[in-house]
């Protein structure tokens, strides 16, 4: 029961940290300044952003994941999963939460933010196989991929509709990083009560 548990809370978790880093693709459109034309029949976007800046942060997430891949990977083997991937989900709530004052800086700001959203990415793979090799059972693993696996999907399924009724309510753009910020915060920290070392030993409060 403790494994699956465990299968749940770290799909959750890699499903938010997805979640995070796919929202700018979202939250870029509802941002933008709207200016009107004088006969009122239509809007025009117009971005704060360059296009080479947008696409510099676009691929930003990917340059954070990918420089932090191999450090992660290391500090896996050092250390408890546990906490290391809870300081993946430590960084991805903090960048997501600051986003929107990020965005309010600049392009540089924001850069920053979309940067160290990669960062906690880098350890979803990971930890996929983390949970997988340490939980699973020998026939379980097929299980145990296809669910954790499975956050790519699902953090679309979640961001996209609660990205869409934020942006449109009077909340505004900015409430949908707050939101996911604080959902990653309440999965990670059940992450942090229900995770073990491994099964046999004792769970660490």
């Known amino acids: 029961f403790v494994a699956l548990q465990i299968l749940a ?5 890699c499903t938010s940290i997805l979640s995070n880093m796919s929202i700018y693709n ?3 459109i509802c941002a933008e300044p709207i200016d009107q034309d004088l006969s009122g029949n239509y809007t025009i976007m117009s971005s704060n952003f360059t296009r080479t800046q947008e696409s510099l942060l676009q691929g930003a997430s990917a340059v954070g994941a990918l420089a932090s891949s191999i450090p992660y990977m290391l500090t896996f083997n050092r250390f408890s999963g546990r906490f290391v991937f ?3 989900g430590v960084i991805s709530i903090v960048s997501t939460a600051l986003a929107p004052l990020a965005y309010t800086l600049g392009f540089w700001g924001f850069l920053v933010a979309r940067v160290a959203q990669g960062i906690s990415f880098a350890t979803v793979l990971q930890v996929i196989g983390v949970v997988t090799a340490e939980w699973a059972a020998l026939g379980e693993h097929g299980m145990f991929l296809a669910f954790l696996t499975g956050c790519t999907q699902l953090s679309n399924i979640f961001t996209m509709p ?9 909340l505004g753009w900015t409430w949908v990083f707050y939101v996911h910020s604080i959902v990653c915060a309440v999965v990670f ?8 070392l491994h099964p046999c030993g004792p769970r660490l409060f």
């Not at 809370?9 to 978790?13: E, G, Q, S, W």
């Not at 869409?164 to 309510?169: F, L, N, R, T, Y």
């Open 86 to 88: 809870l300081s993946a």
């Open 162 to 170: 609660v990205s869409g009724a934020i942006c449109s309510s009077s």
């Open 26 to 28: 979202f939250t870029k």
């Open 189 to 196: 920290a059940l992450w942090l009560l229900i995770y073990r």
């Open 9 to 13: 809370i770290a799909t959750l978790c």
